[in-house]
């Protein structure tokens, strides 16, 4: 029999048999008018669960992509842009920034805190900028970054188009584009969509895409809206082959995520989260992100006094259980565990039944049950 492993690092995370079953369909041309009919649908649904007021790109590639789709159809060589950074991946933003020539400013969080709307407020009043990245969840911290204040923040300064980073965030962390004030919101299919990774989610605003016509001609050309636009308006059109069976896939998502509502989700998410926090510290693990800035769709947590990492997430796979190490500083410090998407209460008894028995490998003297029976006590308040 092979291995059962369940799935939890912060992405991808598990698929379920209705979602994979989309993937093994059998191929359609993307001319085929039952194919037009799907991709259409799924970008109007999408569009609506952001409340977006102007495009929404589901398209192939990676949440990688989508940063870099964002970055170059809001700005041109030469302009500044503000980087909001509470971690990795916000850092991530000032490498493709500055290889697009942009003049960038930096603001950062110590990990574990975030950037205030405050302090980005500042910012913005002594300098223009043409665009500001904001990491909804930063998935090297679990840090959730406060984007609705941060949007009433932008709706100060017009000139400036509001990115959001919602790769580890988006289809659970609650967010409404259009009274947030973002222009440009991403995601990727294999975090709380819970899809395969190979497809990202871009939502435009009205205002993102008269950015883009302002700039004429821009340099890159997958990931040009004007090229997209097209399409998206048309889907029997053609620019470049769509994933179709990630299409159906994540079309398929969102019929799970409306099935449930999408405001339903976001709570579920954040009671859980709340309850695995409790969890994770009756037995000793301490998160890293300050409390009130814990995301709801992973943790990093710090390990116990003399846990070894790598024995740690070793014995974590032995006991069927795949979680991710941290990243840059917090490597061999804490461990990344994953709880988004379509995963339920029992994959989280799964998860802690796995972390109790690794500790005990890793020498610590934890009473088996303890961090299950706090978990179920506060899903069943
Ligand atoms: N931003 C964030 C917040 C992420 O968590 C990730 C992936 N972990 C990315 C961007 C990059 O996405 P991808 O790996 O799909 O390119």
């Given at each position: 029999m092979d291995k059962k492993v369940l799935v939890m690092i912060p992405g991808p995370t598990p698929v379920v048999d209705s979602i994979r079953e989309e993937m093994g369909r059998p191929m359609q041309a993307f001319g085929?008018?039952?194919?037009v009919a799907d991709?259409?649908?799924?970008?109007?649904?999408?569009?609506?669960?952001?409340n977006c007021n102007g495009q929404c790109f589901p398209l192939a590639g990676t949440g990688t992509l989508a940063m870099e789709m964002a970055i170059?159809?809001?700005?041109?060589?030469?302009?500044?842009?503000?980087?909001?950074?509470?971690?990795?991946?916000?850092?991530?933003?000032?490498?493709?920034?500055?290889?697009k020539g942009l003049d960038v400013d930096v603001i950062s969080a110590e990990w574990g805190d975030a950037v205030t709307a405050e302090e980005i407020d500042k910012k913005l009043s002594e300098k223009t900028y043409a665009?500001?990245?904001?990491?909804?969840?930063?998935?090297s911290t679990a840090v959730?970054?406060?984007i609705d204040e941060i949007g009433a923040v932008a709706a100060k300064h017009p000139e400036v188009c509001y990115i959001v980073d919602g790769v580890a965030a988006e289809a659970a962390e609650y967010t409404d584009m259009e009274a947030m004030n973002i222009d440009i919101l991403f995601t990727g299919s294999q975090k709380a969509f819970g899809v395969c990774p190979g497809m990202f989610i871009l939502?435009?605003?009205?205002?993102?895409?008269?950015?883009?016509?302002?700039?004429?001609t821009i340099p890159e050309y997958y990931v040009d809206f004007e090229k997209?636009?097209?399409?998206?308006?048309?889907?029997?059109?053609?620019?470049?082959?769509?994933?179709?069976?990630?299409?159906w896939a994540l079309a398929e998502s969102v019929r799970i995520i409306n099935e449930e509502g999408y405001k339903a989700r976001c709570d579920r998410h954040r009671k859980n989260a709340d309850a695995m926090v409790k969890a994770f510290e009756s037995i000793g693990f301490t998160p890293v992100a300050k409390p009130g800035l814990r995301a709801c769709t992973l943790s990093v947590l710090l390990y116990p006094e003399g846990v070894d990492d790598a024995k740690f997430r070793a014995a974590m796979y032995d006991n069927g259980v795949v979680c991710a190490g941290s990243l840059a500083?917090?490597?061999?410090?804490?461990?990344?565990?994953?709880?988004?998407?379509?995963?339920?209460?029992?994959?989280?008894?799964?998860?802690?039944?796995?972390?109790?028995?690794?500790?005990?490998?890793?020498?610590?003297?934890?009473?088996l049950g303890t961090s299950i029976g706090v978990y179920q006590a506060e899903m069943a308040k």
């Amino acid at each position: 029999m092979d291995k059962k492993v369940l799935v939890m690092i912060p992405g991808p995370t598990p698929v379920v048999d209705s979602i994979r079953e989309e993937m093994g369909r059998p191929m359609q041309a993307f001319g085929d008018p039952r194919f037009v009919a799907d991709y259409r649908k799924l970008i109007d649904d999408l569009g609506v669960m952001m409340n977006c007021n102007g495009q929404c790109f589901p398209l192939a590639g990676t949440g990688t992509l989508a940063m870099e789709m964002a970055i170059s159809n809001v700005t041109k060589r030469g302009d500044s842009i503000l980087i909001v950074s509470n971690g990795f991946f916000g850092d991530r933003f000032i490498d493709i920034c500055q290889r697009k020539g942009l003049d960038v400013d930096v603001i950062s969080a110590e990990w574990g805190d975030a950037v205030t709307a405050e302090e980005i407020d500042k910012k913005l009043s002594e300098k223009t900028y043409a665009a500001m990245t904001v990491t909804h969840v930063d998935t090297s911290t679990a840090v959730v970054a406060p984007i609705d204040e941060i949007g009433a923040v932008a709706a100060k300064h017009p000139e400036v188009c509001y990115i959001v980073d919602g790769v580890a965030a988006e289809a659970a962390e609650y967010t409404d584009m259009e009274a947030m004030n973002i222009d440009i919101l991403f995601t990727g299919s294999q975090k709380a969509f819970g899809v395969c990774p190979g497809m990202f989610i871009l939502w435009a605003s009205k205002k993102a895409l008269e950015r883009r016509k302002s700039l004429g001609t821009i340099p890159e050309y997958y990931v040009d809206f004007e090229k997209w636009l097209p399409v998206m308006e048309n889907t029997a059109k053609y620019f470049a082959t769509p994933a179709v069976n990630l299409v159906w896939a994540l079309a398929e998502s969102v019929r799970i995520i409306n099935e449930e509502g999408y405001k339903a989700r976001c709570d579920r998410h954040r009671k859980n989260a709340d309850a695995m926090v409790k969890a994770f510290e009756s037995i000793g693990f301490t998160p890293v992100a300050k409390p009130g800035l814990r995301a709801c769709t992973l943790s990093v947590l710090l390990y116990p006094e003399g846990v070894d990492d790598a024995k740690f997430r070793a014995a974590m796979y032995d006991n069927g259980v795949v979680c991710a190490g941290s990243l840059a500083s917090l490597a061999g410090k804490s461990f990344r565990i994953g709880h988004m998407g379509n995963v339920d209460e029992n994959d989280m008894i799964v998860a802690l039944g796995a972390i109790e028995r690794s500790l005990v490998t890793c020498g610590v003297d934890v009473k088996l049950g303890t961090s299950i029976g706090v978990y179920q006590a506060e899903m069943a308040k």
